[in-house]
């Protein structure tokens, strides 16, 4: 089957760096994708990345290995405003996106 | 700001009601999408459309049905409401499915509850 890991839940202090990794076991793959939804709001796009490497936009950057199934959304300069659940999503050969169940991000002061 | 729209953020239900979630969005993209979100899960896909008028089947169709009349709204219907369709339901669209990272624009959600 088709499978996204990434971990529940973390904690990290403002102005801090925190990484979270997103594992995928796919049917194919054409992109990964990264998405913050804060609390009760719709889920916003933060990154794609197709080839492997590091994607850098301000002070978040995505990183790809696809030989390894493997991402990592970096955020740097910790806001408080970055407290959110981060969703990873690969789309598969037949260009469905499968998702994982997020990343609770908590920041404190 | 608004680019995809769900009329009602929140609704409750009984059980056997009929329930209609409508979408729309003002960007003019070909593909729309319902999703179901609940916690500990992914995203799960209930019903997509590429054009007008068109439908498939996503990963959990079953006690859903949809309706695009046109390009710019999308709806999803439950024919007869039951508890386990208590959830977020998320609405969003994309430009064209085969061009680059089609990125998706979510609506701000429907949190059903039935009871």
């Known amino acids: 089957g088709q499978n996204i890991d990434q971990p529940t839940e973390m904690t990290a202090t403002e102005g801090a760096i925190v990484q979270i990794n997103c594992t995928y076991q796919t049917s194919g793959f054409n992109g990964l994708f990264w998405y913050q939804q804060h609390a009760g709001e719709a889920p916003t796009f933060l990154s794609y990345?197709?080839l492997d490497g590091l994607e850098e936009k301000g002070r978040f950057s995505s990183f790809l290995s696809r030989s390894k199934g493997y991402s990592y959304l970096l955020l740097k300069e910790l806001q408080m405003k970055d407290s959110a659940s981060y969703l990873c999503?690969?789309?598969?050969?037949?260009?469905?996106?499968?998702w994982g169940a997020g990343t609770k991000l908590i920041i404190k002061p | 700001d608004v680019k995809v729209t769900q009329s009602s953020r929140y609704l409750v239900k009984r059980t056997g009601e009929k329930v209609f979630l409508e979408c729309v969005q003002d960007m003019d993209h070909e593909n729309m999408f319902w999703y179901r979100q609940d916690p500990g899960l992914g995203l799960r896909l209930i019903y997509f459309?590429?054009?007008?008028?068109?439908?498939e089947k996503g990963d959990i169709p079953e006690g859903y049905s949809v309706s695009r009349e046109k390009k710019e709204r999308f709806s999803l219907i439950l024919e007869s409401a039951s508890t386990n369709q208590t959830s977020m339901y998320l609405c969003?669209?994309?430009?064209?499915?085969?061009?680059?990272?089609?990125?998706?624009?979510f609506g701000a959600g429907s949190r059903l509850t039935v009871l």
């Open positions: 969003a669209s994309s430009p064209d499915a085969a061009s680059g990272a089609n990125v998706l624009t």
């Open positions: 999503a690969v789309r598969d050969s037949n260009y469905q996106l499968i």
């Open positions: 990345n197709v």
């Open positions: 459309s590429y054009d007008v008028k068109m439908k």
